[in-house]
């Protein structure tokens, strides 16, 4: 795929992690954010959030991994001016793909609609995420509440526990997978059209399209527990669990009859065997004894003899890593992505989805606030005079630094 250029008025965590997603693929990602006009803090509020990494104030610890290798300028678009001033961006910068994630009720007012801006740049693509998409303009959407709106929290957690959250936020990436995959198709179909193209992601149904283990059991006749919290087990197959061992806990899950009774044969857990337990369907039904005597059988084995165990027979396993020792598993410390501070200091971060041959792993520290913005609108053709006249008219934001 050509490399091009994205300008994206994103924040939070959805649209950037689309955007990231072509920063690996080698790709021009301009960030557009607010210039200040009022109290508060100024840009992508995700800046603030975190720890603070050595005296940068805008660039704290949840704000890096999503923005690495991105630019930032600050645009006021609340002003004509400044909302002529990014159609020209477009144009002057030939810009492939606009994106966006706020709610659609702004796309009017901002001047950062599909209609407006194509008229820039006839074949643009132009993308937003929003919690619900176009049909319901004012609706503001964060992570968990979508999550809860899915119903994805009342399926996750203990049977006897309150509807949890996902300790990684769900809607967030799936949103921005989404984008990202709609972008690439778009930029296939033009490249054989000419024509651009208009893509909405909305949250709530983005999320939506993975019940596809339990939304049809509503019209098929359901029991409540095949749709609701299951703790550690999975719904439909037995065994399939969290079990203690001497020195921690195990995950332990089988999906055949035929790997049940391998895992029987094995010296710790001949006594799971009964004629009830052959099938699937027995075992689901017994899973509370069930359970209990495999968990007698995994405390008498730390975690390594029992992967051990259980490997040579074929049976899936895994302890309960910790992020640290995700991070060392030879499988994916030699795949992470790297940045390194302004003060020097080298930070790890999660690989790339998948291996991309001859595509970088090192990336820029992301931008301060607006830093680029200067230098985009000179690329774009306006002379320092000009520059310097929007930004004393605060349609745009110069940095200081």
């Known amino acids: 795929m050509k490399k091009g250029t994205i300008l994206s008025m994103e924040q939070a965590l959805a649209m950037p992690s689309a955007t990231l997603r072509f920063v690996h693929l080698g790709w021009r990602v301009i960030r557009i954010e607010s210039a200040p006009t009022g109290p508060g803090l100024p840009g992508d509020p995700n800046r603030y959030v975190g720890g603070r990494v050595e005296s940068d104030e805008d660039r704290r610890t949840y704000f890096v991994p999503p923005n690495v290798g991105k630019e930032s300028i600050a645009l006021n678009l609340k002003e004509p001016e400044a909302q002529a001033l990014l159609r020209r961006l477009i144009k002057e910068l030939d810009v492939d793909v606009f994106c966006c994630n706020t709610m659609p009720n702004r796309y009017q007012p901002l001047g950062i609609g599909y209609e407006t801006l194509k008229q820039a740049k006839p074949d643009l693509i132009w993308a937003g995420i929003s919690a619900m998409g176009p049909d319901y303009p004012d609706v503001p959407g964060y992570d968990p509440i979508i999550q809860a709106m899915a119903g994805v929290m009342d399926m996750t957690g203990m049977v006897d526990g309150p509807p949890t959250i996902c300790g990684v936020p769900l809607v967030d990436l799936k949103a921005g997978d989404e984008a990202y995959a709609n972008i690439c198709l778009a930029l ?106 495999i968990a007698q059988g995994t405390a008498t084995l730390t975690t390594a003899e029992l992967g051990a165990m259980l490997g040579k027979v074929g049976i899936p396993n895994a302890p309960i890593n910790t992020l640290p020792i995700v991070r060392d598993l030879p499988a994916i410390a030699a795949k992470l992505t790297r940045t390194v501070t302004p003060g020097g200091q080298a930070i790890r971060m999660q690989p790339k989805p998948v291996d991309l041959p001859g595509s970088a792993q090192n990336f820029a520290y992301p931008p301060r606030y607006g830093a680029n913005t200067k230098a985009v609108l000179a690329e774009a053709g306006l002379a320092s005079a000009e520059i310097e006249r929007l930004a004393a008219a605060k349609i745009i934001h110069i940095p200081n630094v």
């Open 188 to 293: 296939a179909e033009r490249a054989e059209t000419g024509q651009g193209k208009e893509i909405h992601i909305s949250m709530l149904q983005a999320m939506s399209s993975w019940l596809i283990t339990m939304m049809h059991l509503l019209d098929y006749g359901f029991t409540p527990p095949e749709i609701t919290r299951a703790g550690n087990s999975h719904r439909k197959f037995s065994p399939t669990g969290v079990y203690p061992t001497k020195d921690g806990f195990a995950y332990v899950a089988m999906g055949s009859d035929v790997q049940w009774t391998r895992f029987t044969e094995t010296a710790a857990f001949g006594h799971c065997a009964k004629p009830d337990r052959a099938t699937n369907e027995g075992r689901v039904a017994d899973r509370p004894a069930l359970d209990r005597d």
